[in-house]
């Protein structure tokens, strides 16, 4: 069973809890993952910086950070940096709800065990991502 909780920390979010549901659901179900406990928590620039300071000890504003809690299940608490989605969906010339789809997706890939901290992960990764945020965005 696949379980998603949402956490508006920050209110000013055009996303609801259930497009985020839906979104990692559909990242699971490709991924062929049938168990899953993943919680999102919607934030703001400072809540997101403090968390990366305090646990990455990375002092700056980040998009998302995921914190896996168990080793052998996927199970992870994922911080969504609204305010972040904002500025990057106007760089890069897209809606603020498929960045938000960007972040949710690339979060849960991080929750199933993608890395990015190398040049061909990061490929891979992306590759990956973008494929969902295409299907995703089609179906909306």
Do not use: W
Not at 19 to 45: G, T
Not at 50 to 78: G, S
């Amino acid at each position: 069973m696949i379980v998603v909780s949402v956490t508006k920390a920050y209110k000013h979010i055009l996303f609801s809890g259930s497009e985020i549901k839906h979104i990692a659901k559909f990242v699971c179900n490709k991924e062929k993952i049938k168990n899953a406990e993943l919680s999102f928590i919607i934030v703001n620039d400072r809540a997101i910086r403090t968390i990366n300071k305090k646990f990455l000890q990375h002092d700056y504003v980040t998009d998302v950070i995921t914190f896996p809690l168990e080793i052998k299940a996927v199970n992870a608490e994922i911080y969504v940096n609204s305010q972040q989605a904002k500025r990057q969906a106007k760089e890069n010339n897209v809606t603020v709800k498929n960045e938000l789809t960007r972040l949710v997706v690339h979060g849960t890939l991080h929750a199933i065990g993608y890395d990015d901290t190398t040049k061909v992960n990061q490929k891979k990764m992306n590759a990956i991502q973008e494929r969902y945020v295409s299907v995703l965005n089609l179906k909306k």
